[in-house]
């Protein structure tokens, strides 16, 4: 099992000036998964294309355990992609498919024979060994091509947005089957998506990309509590987090201006803030916002609309300190709030986080 | 029953369209084997003696020579155009390199302009070369305008093969000539064959070519049929014999490709 490290990879394409991946340097441990994450365009893609061969780097180097492996040609690497529309040879079985790369190998027939069945019965393909891959559903073709990557016992696996060409259920479950295969095998891997559900969902780690620049990197319940920063805090979370502006208020408050009054916030971070430039950017997520009905001057806003999820309500809020805002909230449903209640809002001081106006960082990543 | 009824009527329609098509080739195919005393007769005489006198005038006149220098001729550049197109269209898909549509359009370029254009500088470059009236020039004529065809058209073919294909087989180690053989000629195989049809027939219709840089040792069938016009007048019967039996070898390549051409020209090189 291999580690992969990325040392100060650059890619620059040919007559554009902006790099398409800036300077990152990223480790994906023995084993693990890690989902490159971010927007089209942010280079999550140029990324995987460098680890795989498939195009060259402008500055830095690969490493796969200590290998540097970015001067080498694609074959020699031992690595095995999963494409989004599955990229399965038409013309062959789907045995055939999967035993293609190990004819590349010159693997000799009866271990072939032998590693092929394994991948079928792993992915429940032996009813179709023998049939042709066209016409196959969607996730049948990507397990087939899941098999075909794992037939060979690849130093590293990419996952190239696996999933987007599926529908729902198939989605799901494949996601899951991903997961479990990856964790069997023990495979290092790089998921590649823009989906943040199916980040959260399949990786161990997420590194957040955006404009070619690496934004963090962690698990996904660190990245969930501690976003470093607004991009990050806007893309990890669904729905996306309340981004209101305010400033330091003293001793472990806020003032949030759309509230029209100062909230409470754990201690350490509103020290942090108060080392600043003084605007800041609180942001609170809308699963942890709750409200209660309220009267006069009490009231912070009222409800302008309410959407009825079942096990959920999701609830717009007109701040009455600032009309032209917009608060999104997500309380346990069904509740009883309906537009044009009036209500108070409040939130935990732990799930307050606050960013930095000018930088847009968390003011705990800034040192 | 209604469905039946109007699958009938459009096959009657059909045929009766082929058969207005088709009559000149008929009527000729009569000529073969008309005496010459009624072959203008008016009215059309229906019930005559068939003869073969046509054939034998024919083969006397060595036209099997020139049925049989046209197939090689038209079969060697056409598999030559294929060999050296084909790679050629691939990487015109695929690679990148310095003043690729320029080279490209210059390829192109030598389809635009009119053959004859083109036929009297070959003519010149070959009295000097001593490629005049030789196997070899007019393979290497015929394969100037077919070679440019068959990449123009190959290149959208190519085009339209999926890349991550090739990019999947690059990781699992195959080189790129394995690729390209075991990967993509498979998908671009009906591609290959409708365009190198294309080719052959283009060629095996061609007069000015021929005409021009051929001679007594190598004339095509195209060339040689108007030897008979002779000062006697016009041989129909044989002119009906020749054009039949230049028909044939079209024919028998269309038909026995037909399942490859009709999937290359509609569906594109993946699908199917």
Known sequence: ?367 | MNANKTSLLWTTVAVLYALVLLFPVLWMATMMVKPADVMFARPTEFLFTPTLANFDYVIAEGFAWNLLTSFVLCTVSTVLVVLIGTPAAYAFARFEMKGKDDLFLFILASRMGPPVCLVIPFYLIFTKVGLLDTFAGLTLAYMTFNLSFYVWVLRSFCRDLPVELEEAAALEGWSRPQIFMRVVFPLLRNGIVATAVLCFIFAWNEFLFAFMLGGDRIQTLPVAIPKLITAQGVRWGEVAVVGIVALLPVLAVVLLLQRHIVRGLTLGAVKG
């Open chain 1, 1 to 367: 099992m291999t580690v992969v490290r990325f040392e100060a990879v650059s890619k620059r394409y040919a007559g554009v000036e902006a790099l398409a991946v800036a300077d990152l340097n990223l480790v994906c441990g023995e084993g693990e998964m890690i989902a490159l994450l971010g927007p089209s365009g942010c280079g999550k893609s140029s990324t995987l294309k460098m680890a795989a061969g498939l195009e060259d780097l402008s500055a830095g180097e690969i490493f796969f355990d200590d290998e540097p492996v970015a001067r080498l040609e694609p074959g020699a690497r031992n690595v095995a992609m999963v494409f989004e529309d599955y990229s399965l040879y038409p013309r062959m079985t789907v045995r055939e498919n999967i035993a293609f790369p190990l004819a590349a190998r010159g693997v000799d027939r009866a271990t072939a024979r032998a590693r092929v069945d394994d991948a079928l019965g792993l992915l429940g393909l032996d009813d179709m060994a023998d049939r042709p891959v066209t016409g196959l559903s969607g996730g049948a073709m990507q397990r087939i091509s899941i098999g075909r990557a794992l037939v060979r016992d690849p130093r590293l696996i990419l996952f190239d947005e696996p999933l987007s060409h599926l529908d729902g259920d198939q989605r799901v479950q494949l996601r899951t089957e991903i997961k479990r295969l990856q964790k069997t095998r023990h495979v290092t891997s790089i998921l590649v998506t823009h989906d943040q559900t199916e980040a959260t969902a399949m990786a161990d780690r997420i590194a957040v990309m955006r404009h070619g620049v690496l934004q963090q990197v962690d698990t996904p319940a660190a990245m969930y509590e501690r976003p470093a920063n607004v991009f990050v805090a806007n893309f990890i979370g669904e729905p996306p987090m309340n981004m209101l502006p305010g400033r330091p208020a003293g001793a472990g408050a806020v003032h949030v201006e759309a509230f029209g009054r100062a909230i409470a916030v754990e201690p350490l971070r509103a020290a942090r803030a108060e080392r600043g430039d003084g605007d800041l950017i609180v942001g609170i997520r809308p699963e942890h916002l709750a409200i209660a009905p309220a009267q006069g001057e009490r009231a912070d806003a009222v409800v302008s609309y309410r959407e009825c999820r079942g096990d959920a309500d999701s609830l717009i809020l007109t701040p009455r300190a600032a009309p032209d805002v917009q608060i999104l909230v997500e309380i346990p449903g069904p509740a009883a709030f309906r537009p044009g209640d009036a209500v108070a809002v409040s939130v935990a001081p732990d799930r307050v986080h606050l960013f930095e106006r000018a930088s847009e960082r968390n003011v705990e990543a800034v040192s």
